[in-house]
């Protein structure tokens, strides 16, 4: 905060200056359309506690025997386009740090803050000079200064009006006349760190007045008694900036209003030479080094010269290869394999794998993904994931993969195979027809089958958002009457093997896509409008030998509504049917079924049913089902924040069912969103007499 005589503040109104600062705010976070800049970052890591645990944390490297202190210099290329798109080229690094490993991506995203955005930090801090931001903050004017050109600045605090992480503290210095901000700086938490971050802007009427010139962090990291404080001190030296006009403030139409590849350059000429040596970064040094700073060098060089003398190389490799294998066990790894492609790890023991809620018990999953991009920017994609359920002890598994021989057509191939849910035959299904109010299970000799399932499809783009899909959806179930939970009554109505193998059609329709192309391949990122799927498949008795004959159509509708201020809603709407009734089969619908392996919404526990019984997905022929989640900073837990502070999200669940012997089955719950977990409670009823009540809660430390 500036530090020269002020001026008397009494005439002026704290309320008024914030409204002409809201006022501008949209305008200013989009007057810049592109500037490319050099950015030089110094870090400062001090480990002042540490345990095992800390390898947990994503990107934190692992500390040097008894060595608390560490140093990280990089520079490099940082090229902006609107309206958020930013690509930062590391040019030259070096330092103290195990590998050079430094600033997390949780710090990076300090320096890529638009101080007039209505969110900090991607969506996660709701900003003080957005539109409705007086409902959250109080403003103080706590001075009135004289600046350059002759502008009043004012230093205005913001205090939260409650205790929240998506709320933030601090000042800013405003100028009078065009209400543009000179400083910036605020208190905020994010994850597990939380951080005071200093901004200084350019001066009214520069080229760079609405851009940072120079960033001060301080963070400090506090994970499961680990203590990590890191200071970051940045410079913005900019080489071109184009600022909008003011008759682009309306952007023309473009031929296809949809493309949106000028927005999303990524590619640089040069970006894989990196010099790491301490004497050549000099030229990059945008700071001086203080004498703290040159003492950390001078005694790193001294301890690495002592170490090559005392350490034979059998124990070094030795010490390197279970250091590897602990990185592995514990930590999200990434092979790069030179011209066979990039795998990526989830962490083998993280028990933030783990998921649990009443119905199913505790859950285990594991994911892998490995992807390589070949010529013509075509691209291969395996991505196996694995479970556990220590209830059912049950073992899940699946491997979805696919390959885009035509990527800017978006043309490829999809296979999925897994082992899905035990599943009973169609058999029963006239017995659970003269049921009168909802089925008693037990009493029914349920034989459970296991499943192989395969989906081999072709997919095609044909035109922007319109997919067709076609190929083969093949299953082959055997019964499982030996391998089944005692608890459920087994008999020996049925047995053997039974396969279908149904030609398969899929139409999905998204109006209004967006996308870029990266070079060849074209990327799909949002629309404003729903999501349609239409789903046919048919199987023949002995093609491929296939046992039997089934016919399954679904339609699913799914749409993400953004809303003002961080609020969300999703939706989700879909029917289906087996049509064919005439020859065993078993009812396994694609868009209504028991995900063992779930990959959901904003959480794993939105659009989808949380209570109901697993064996009632497979009790009709048809159904009819509505999902809705309302996801927003604030809903009941305002008053309550001095004790749920660390709550992100708050949760409305609404879902809806109709079938045979549910009409309706419904489920509301309400739930929370955390930096470690989320977590849902829901109340359920059966055709309006039945209540039963559940819960669910799933681990997202670091998934977020």
Known sequence: ???????????????????????????????????????????????????????????????????????????SDLHYTAPDIYDQRVKAITGTTPRLKGASANILRYFNINVYSPALLKEKLISPISKDAKKYYKYKLERVDRGVGGHLEFTIRFIPKSKSYQLVRGYLIVSDKVWSIREFEFFGRSEYLSATCYIRLGEVGNSD????????????????????????????????????????????????????????????????????????????????LTKDEEVLYDEFEADKD???????????????????????????????????????????????????????????????????????????????????????????????????????????????????????????????????DTIQFEKYELNYFKNLYVDFMNTWEVVNGFNIDFGLSANKRTSAAKGVLDSINLGEKFSGRYVSVAPRIRLAWTPGQYYYMNGDRKVNLYSKYPTFVLDWERSIKGFLGATGAHERIELDIQYKIPLTMMRTLYTRLGGGMFTNQEQLYFVDFVYFAKNNLPAGWNDDIGGAFQILDRRWYNASQWYIRG??????????????????????????????????????????????????????????????????????????????
């Open 209 to 288: 007045e609405f851009l940072p010139l120079d960033y001060h962090i301080d963070a400090t990291l506090r994970f499961m008694w680990n203590k990590v404080v890191g200071t970051y001190d940045a410079v913005m030296k900019y080489d071109d900036i184009e600022i909008k006009k003011t008759k682009d403030i309306i952007p023309p139409q473009k031929k296809n209003k949809y493309d949106l590849t000028q927005s999303y350059t990524f590619q640089f000429k040069d970006t894989t030479k990196v010099e790491k040596k301490e004497d050549d970064f000099s030229e990059y040094r945008m700071l001086p």
């Open 627 to 704: 999902n809705m989640v309302y996801e927003a900073p604030f809903l009941l837990l305002p008053h309550l924040r001095k004790y749920t502070r660390s709550v992100i999200n708050e949760r409305i669940y609404v879902n809806a069912l109709v079938m045979n012997q549910l009409q309706p089955y419904i489920e509301v719950g309400y739930g929370i969103g955390t930096h470690v977990f989320d977590f849902g409670v829901f109340v359920s009823n059966s055709n309006w007499k039945n209540f039963k009540m559940g819960a669910k809660i799933t681990f997202e430390l670091f998934n977020r």
């Open 306 to 436: 002592t170490t090559m003398k005392v350490v034979d190389t059998k124990k070094k490799k030795s010490a390197a290869f279970w250091g590897e294998v602990g990185d592995f066990l514990i930590s999200d790894y990434t092979l790069d394999l030179y011209d066979v492609g990039t795998v990526k790890f989830s962490p083998l023991l993280n028990p933030f794998l783990l998921s649990y809620s009443g119905s199913d018990g505790f859950t285990y999953k594991h994911k892998i993904k490995y992807s390589r991009v070949f010529s013509n920017d075509r691209l291969l994609r395996v991505r196996p994931t694995i479970g556990y359920n220590f209830k059912r002890k049950e073992f899940y598994w699946k491997a979805y993969s696919d390959f885009m021989y035509w990527p800017k057509k978006r043309v490829g191939f999809q296979l999925n195979v897994g082992n899905g849910n035990r599943i009973y035959s169609s058999e029963v299904l006239e017995d659970l027809k003269n049921e009168t």
């Open 1 to 75: 905060m500036r530090d020269v005589p002020s001026l008397d503040i009494t005439p002026y109104c704290v309320d008024s200056i914030m409204n002409n600062v809201s006022f501008y705010a949209p305008f200013y976070e989009t007057a810049i359309s592109e500037y490319d800049a050099d950015l030089y970052v110094k870090t400062k890591i001090d480990v002042v506690r540490k345990n095992l645990l800390l390898r947990y944390l994503p990107a934190m490297f692992r500390p040097r025997g008894n060595v608390r202190k560490y140093i990280l210099e990089t520079y």
